[in-house]
C-alpha cells in the first residue's frame, strides 16, 4: 500500500512570494494534518481537514492556508513568504482523526 | 510556552543499554500520549502511545511508563540497538488519537553505538 506522498520534495522561493504544497494521503484516508518542523520551534501544528471540512487550526497567521479536495488530497499555501517559513512541512493521514495516523516525508522549503 | 517538555536533548548509549527519554506537561486535558520515531530525511513514525488510564504499555522492546499525578511520562527502550539511533518526539493531545492537534516535545536524538 503506498504512503503518505508529498510534493514536491525540495523547493527554493525567494521572499515575498507564495507557495503551494500538495499532499496525497494513503488511499482510503480522510483526514489530513499538516506541522511545520523547524529547528527552533520544532514540530507545530498547522491544521487539519476532515471531508474537504476544515476542522481544527494551530496558531500560525493567515498567509497560511490550506484546503481538501474530494479525493481527499491536501494542499497547504503559504502566501508573502518570509525567510522564516524556512521549515520542513509534514502532512500525516489518517482513515478518521481518532485513528493512527502516517506522516509523509515532507517538503523542505527554503525562503531566499 | 512549550506544552510539552521533552529531556533530554541528545543522549549516547552503548548497544544493550537501556536508554530512557523523559516528557513532562501541565494541561491536564490531554489524554492522547505517542511518543514517534523520525529518521534523517523521514516523517515521523508512531511509536507507541498511552492513554491516561493507563500507568505502563509495553510493545516490543518499547515501554511507555505514565504518571498521571506527576504529569509526566517516558519512553525506555530495551536491549538498545545501532538501528535504534534516530530522534524520538514525545507528544499529547486532547480527545483525538490521530495527528490533530498534537502538541510535541522538543525531541531527544539518540545514537546508539554497536
Known amino acids: 500500500k503506498a504512503g503518505v506522498t508529498q510534493t514536491p520534495r525540495y523547493l527554493i522561493k525567494t521572499r515575498g512570494q507564495q507557495v503551494t504544497l500538495s499532499c496525497s494521503p494513503i488511499?482510503?484516508?480522510?483526514?489530513v494534518s499538516w506541522y511545520q518542523q523547524t529547528p527552533g520551534q520544532g514540530l507545530q501544528f498547522l491544521f487539519e481537514?476532515?471531508?474537504?471540512?476544515?476542522?481544527n487550526k494551530g496558531n500560525f497567521p493567515g498567509r497560511f492556508s490550506g484546503r481538501q479536495f474530494s479525493n481527499s488530497r491536501s494542499e497547504m499555501n503559504v502566501s508573502t513568504l518570509e525567510l522564516g517559513d524556512s521549515a520542513l512541512y509534514l502532512c500525516?493521514?489518517?482513515?478518521?482523526?481518532?485513528?493512527?495516523?502516517?506522516f509523509g516525508q515532507g517538503t523542505r522549503l527554503t525562503v531566499v | 510556552q512549550q506544552q510539552v517538555k521533552q529531556s533530554p536533548q541528545s543522549l549516547i548509549v552503548q548497544k544493550g543499554g537501556i536508554p530512557i527519554i523523559n516528557c513532562a506537561y501541565e494541561?491536564?486535558?490531554?489524554?492522547?500520549f505517542p511518543w514517534y520515531q523520525q529518521f534523517p530525511g523521514k516523517g515521523p513514525a508512531l511509536l507507541i502511545a498511552?492513554?491516561?488510564?493507563?500507568s505502563e504499555k509495553k510493545e516490543g522492546r518499547f515501554t511507555i511508563s505514565f504518571n498521571k499525578s506527576a504529569k509526566q511520562f517516558s519512553l525506555h527502550i530495551m536491549d538498545s540497538q545501532p538501528g535504534d539511533s534516530a530522534t524520538y518526539f514525545c507528544?499529547?493531545?486532547?480527545?483525538?488519537?490521530?495527528?490533530?492537534?498534537?502538541?510535541f516535545g522538543t525531541g531527544t536524538r539518540l545514537t546508539v553505538i554497536p
Open positions: 500525516a493521514s489518517s482513515v478518521g482523526h481518532t485513528s493512527e495516523a502516517f
Open positions: 488511499s482510503g484516508h480522510r483526514s
Open positions: 481537514y476532515f471531508s474537504e471540512t476544515q476542522r
Open positions: 494541561n491536564t486535558a490531554f489524554d492522547y
Open positions: 498511552i492513554r491516561p488510564d493507563v
Open positions: 507528544a499529547a493531545s486532547i480527545g483525538t488519537s490521530g495527528a490533530n492537534n498534537l502538541f
